[in-house]
């Protein structure tokens, strides 16, 4: 089949590899049919996360058609599903618990056992990604193998069109828990750093929970008009001190729930994110938390900090003493997708969610290369992108949904969303 | 049991001279990780240089965590506990009977009876060769502890135990893999001891990992898949 494959720093390509094959009973083999690329697959694009190897098929954002089954799957051959990017057994202790990207069965002896010397604990496993994960195929091809596929996979009803449900497989949920770990209150206001499409979903979500108000922060336009067709307020990073502004717009109290959907990554031509860059170039650290120093500084007394944002090992001049002088709580966490995907599913078929609005591009499989290069290249422009291995070409889509959101007074009174317990 | 160390090389079958792949592919990863690792080790350096207090032993943990080892030799080659979500009862029963012991033991290619109620094992090792160990149970509680050692016509010398108490709070079982294991004599048995120091210990974790994943989730977790390496195939682990 056609897959692609990481080989190096800025250096992916799409490869002819063996085609995936039943090997455990609970197993099952996805023929895909979408597979997005995303703000995490930069990283690893960027070489900033250890234990990538040559050769390595990316991916985890995907969903498709079910093609074979082992003979524990539940599934049958033909279902359309989604696959959540974390791989959980349902069966272990933080399974059981709802907290299924901390599984611990799903990272195999070996591999687990690095991640336990770099994290303490063996990590989760996740679909394309690095060894410390697990260092399972992903699906940005055109087959992949699914792992405990009774448990994972959600079955979408006929008649919902991909691009409405791929985005279950991580950021809609990602962006869905980072809102929830950020603890919103009636009343409150909510700062997200970063509009891509985790900070975008995560604007939705704080809405949709009740967040009286959110600033969206970023310096791509693009990025920020669809913050404020969903009705965020925003702020260009570039243009205003932000930290004053952010207090100016609170009345000097602050926000009170920050949400980091940046990542290790932060842009920023400030003395601690530079000497960070070449830190982490250097691998002397792994991070550049320029824009979460900054949420920790702006946001009020008392408040609550929610990082979906990745990062990878140790950061320097962590600003220890404000978070616990200024009586802050931190969440964080890889996404545990399969709690949310089918309040989630309910949510969309209702009408209460879209996911289409920001997907700016659709490109067939054997274009993925170029498609990291532009997603990594002209983030304005590429808001996100959408592969179809069956597809030729590229297709560019006029986004920006936001003229159907209803003006702000109305939705500041929409009860709250239902509490999400799977 | 799985993490047989060789120490009488001239007992031990060659099959492969070259190194093989996996402990290349192994030797690889690690590097990888290495700079990301250093910061992890620089605070386990720092754990270990502080000292430990003299006087009687006050603290409830196993003795395999205190700092102050008693001589090298008597120290457990590998002792690690996990839990496991399952009833005492079933993980006893599963690893009383040894034949399924190469679902979940990766080095293991064979177990087979011998004479007066021990079992003799032919056991993978390092750069593509086998060793054979004869053990006898030393101890059988049922549902609580199992205990074993190896006769003298083993290529090592081993003993272990696998206990079973019942986690706190109804959280299934804790699961206990203590081994130990001679160093081996003559001066080729120590430099292949020497050698591949780590591997048993690395072995006895990993089988107790896997044990774990097939009794909670009915399977060995694998991460077989496709990749761009023609070294791999599809339906194999990888590294
Ligand atoms: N927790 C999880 O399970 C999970 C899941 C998916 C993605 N993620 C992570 O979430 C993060 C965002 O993902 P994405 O797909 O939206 O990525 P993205 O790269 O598309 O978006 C990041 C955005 O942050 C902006 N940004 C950079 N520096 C900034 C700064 N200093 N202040 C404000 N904004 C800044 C960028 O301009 C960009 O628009 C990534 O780190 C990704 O790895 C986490
Ligand atoms: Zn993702
Ligand atoms: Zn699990």
């Given at each position: 089949m056609r897959a692609l494959t990481w080989h190096g720093r800025h250096d992916v390509r799409v490869d002819t590899v063996p085609d995936p094959e039943i090997v455990n009973p609970r197993d099952a083999i996805l023929k895909i049919t979408s597979t997005a690329i995303c703000g995490s697959d930069l990283h690893l694009y960027d070489g900033y996360i250890p234990t990538m190897r040559a050769g390595d098929v990316l991916g985890h954002e995907f969903m498709g058609e079910v093609v074979e089954t082992g003979a524990r799957s539940t599934l049958q051959k033909g279902q359309r599903v989604v696959v959540p990017f974390t791989i959980s057994c349902g069966n272990c202790f933080f399974c059981n618990k709802q907290q299924y990207s901390a599984c611990d069965n799903s990272n195999p002896a070996e591999t687990a056992d690095m991640s336990e010397l770099l994290m303490g604990h063996p990590m989760g496993a996740a679909f394309g990604y690095a060894h410390l994960t697990g260092g399972y195929a992903g699906g940005q091809a055109e087959y992949v193998r699914v792992p405990y596929s009774d448990v994972g996979p959600i079955v979408i009803p006929d008649g919902l069109p991909d691009d409405q449900v791929l985005f279950l497989s991580d950021i809609l949920p990602t962006g869905w828990m980072a809102a929830e770990n950020a603890g919103i209150e009636p009343g409150d206001t909510v700062a997200v750093w970063g509009c891509g499409p985790v900070g975008l979903f995560a604007i939705q979500s704080a809405l949709i929970m009740g967040a009286a108000r959110v600033i969206a922060i970023d310096e791509y336009p693009r990025r920020l008009q669809l913050a404020k067709e969903l009705g965020a307020?925003?702020?260009?990073?570039?243009?205003?001190?932000?930290?004053?502004?952010?207090?100016?717009?609170?009345?000097?109290?602050?926000?009170?729930?920050?949400?980091?959907?940046?990542?290790?990554?932060?842009?920023?031509?400030?003395?601690?994110?530079?000497?960070?860059?070449?830190?982490?170039?250097?691998?002397?650290?792994?991070?550049?938390?320029?824009?979460?120093?900054?949420?920790?500084?702006?946001?009020?007394?008392g408040g609550r900090v929610s990082i979906p944002g990745v990062y990878g090992g140790f950061a320097d001049k962590f600003p220890l003493g404000q978070l616990m002088e200024k009586g802050l709580t931190i969440k964080s966490g890889q996404t545990h997708v399969q709690k949310y995907t089918k309040p989630l599913l309910d949510l969309i078929q209702q009408g209460k969610i879209d996911t289409t609005f920001l997907i700016s591009h659709h490109a067939g499989l054997e274009l993925a290369p170029e498609m990291y290069r532009h997603w990594h290249d002209e983030q304005n422009t590429y808001t996100k992108i959408v592969l179809k291995p069956g597809m030729v070409g590229c297709e560019q889509i006029a986004g920006g949904r936001g003229e159907q959101q209803e003006p702000r007074e109305q939705r500041d009174l929409q009860p709250r969303a239902p509490e999400l317990v799977g | 049991m799985a993490e047989a160390q060789p120490n009488q090389p001239e007992r031990i079958k060659e099959r492969d001279s070259s190194i093989d792949r996996a402990t290349a592919q192994k030797a690889l990863l690690a590097g990888g990780i290495a700079a990301a690792a250093a910061g992890a080790a620089f605070l386990l350096a720092r754990k270990s240089n502080a000292t430990a207090p003299d006087g009687p032993v006050i603290s409830d943990a196993p003795a395999w965590t205190l700092k102050k080892a008693t001589k090298q030799a008597d120290r457990p080659i590998a002792a690690k506990t996990l839990l496991i979500g399952r009833p005492r009862a079933e993980l006893y029963a599963v690893w009383k009977d040894y034949r399924r012991f190469p679902d979940f033991m990766e080095n293991v290619e064979g177990i087979e009876p011998a004479d007066e109620g021990a079992s003799r094992w032919t056991i993978k090792a390092p750069a593509g060769k086998t060793v054979t160990l004869v053990t006898r149970i030393r101890e059988d509680i049922p549902d609580r502890k199992i205990s074993w050692e190896s006769l003298p016509e083993s290529d090592i010398e081993t003993s272990g135990q696998v206990e079973f108490e019942d986690a706190p709070g109804g959280r299934g079982t804790f699961v206990s893999l203590v081994m130990s294991y001679a160093p081996p004599a003559g001066r080729a048995g120590q430099l292949v001891a020497k050698l591949f120091a780590r591997e048993p210990n690395i072995q006895a974790r990993h089988d107790l990992r896997r044990f774990k994943q097939l009794m909670e989730t009915g399977e060995v977790t694998t991460n077989a898949s496709p990749s761009a390496r023609p070294s791999e195939s599809p339906a194999q682990p990888r590294v």
């Open positions: 307020e925003i702020i260009d990073y570039r243009e205003v001190n932000l930290l004053e502004a952010l207090t100016e717009m609170t009345g000097g109290i602050g926000p009170d729930a920050v949400i980091d959907c940046v990542g290790m990554e932060s842009h920023g031509l400030t003395v601690d994110n530079v000497v960070d860059t070449v830190k982490a170039h250097t691998f002397l650290g792994t991070e550049r938390p320029h824009a979460l120093r900054q949420m920790i500084i702006a946001c009020r007394k | -």
